[in-house]
């Protein structure tokens, strides 16, 4: 069998172990695929397929999950930096840039409420996140952000489109949980300014209550 001629539980079997953090038992797979899948078999086919490939399908203890080829392991290194959580006030910033953009610094303190300390759009700009847009066509000609082709890879966007709505919120409970941010932590340098933040503005609020982290991780032949 090729990989053109799976068929759509084998795909859908192959997707759930490619996306799963951690291995995964055949009775946590059966749970995930129709009830009428013969789980085990097409483990048995998937394993099949991917026994040439530079990576494997392995059985452990009754865990599945994907690895690398044995006969390459020596010849790989992954170099991984420590997992970040983002500061509230760079949350804020990034969600803002990402539901208002293109919007300028101004823009950014206005809707927030606070004036913006140097260092949480550098923190965006370190990583990749951001980037700087054209410049408004209005007294001063302040510049615009807006956010990068790494932002949409890194929360797995393919458009701006498919960033989280109202209704997808809601739907979470993100919403009902969600603090104001005026009442929000404030970060070292932010003062307050006087403003008030529209409904609109309710879904980057909370969508900065999501688990914003960063983690670089390389992966390479040594």
């Given at each position: 069998?090729?990989?053109?001629?799976?068929?759509?539980?084998?795909?859908?079997?192959?997707?759930?172990?490619?996306?799963?953090?951690?291995?995964?038992?055949?009775?946590?797979?059966?749970k995930q695929l129709p009830p009428d899948v013969n789980v085990l078999e097409l483990l048995c086919d998937l394993k099949a397929i991917y026994a040439p490939r530079g990576v494997t399908l392995v059985?452990?203890?009754g865990y599945w999950s994907?690895?690398?080829?044995?006969?390459?392991?020596?010849?790989?290194?992954?170099?991984?930096?420590?997992?970040?959580?983002?500061?509230?006030?760079?949350?804020?910033?990034?969600?803002?840039?990402?539901?208002?953009?293109?919007?300028?610094?101004a823009e950014i303190e206005s809707i927030r409420g606070v004036e913006t300390s140097k260092g949480t759009l550098d923190i965006l700009l370190e990583l990749g996140w951001v980037r700087p847009g054209?410049?408004?066509?209005?007294?001063?000609?302040?510049?615009?952000w807006r956010t990068t082709q790494d932002f949409l890879s890194h929360f797995n966007l393919e458009t701006l489109n498919d960033l989280p709505?109202?209704?997808e919120l809601k739907a979470s409970g993100l919403l009902d949980a969600r603090p104001v941010l005026s009442n929000l932590p404030r970060e070292p340098g932010d003062a307050t300014i006087d403003d008030t933040?529209?409904?609109?503005?309710e879904v980057f609020a909370a969508w900065t209550?999501?688990?914003?982290?960063?983690?670089d991780v390389k992966v390479g032949a040594s």
């Open positions: 069998m090729t990989m053109s001629e799976l068929s759509p539980d084998l795909r859908l079997l192959e997707a759930i172990l490619f996306a799963s953090a951690e291995p995964m038992t055949t009775d946590m797979l059966v059985e452990t203890e994907f690895r690398t080829a044995p006969d390459l392991a020596g010849r790989m290194k992954i170099t991984r930096a420590p997992r970040r959580k983002l500061p509230r006030a760079a949350s804020e910033v990034l969600a803002i840039i990402a539901y208002h953009q293109p919007v300028t610094r054209q410049r408004r066509e209005t007294p001063g000609r302040p510049l615009t709505g109202l209704d933040r529209s409904d609109e503005d209550e999501m688990d914003i982290s960063a983690e």
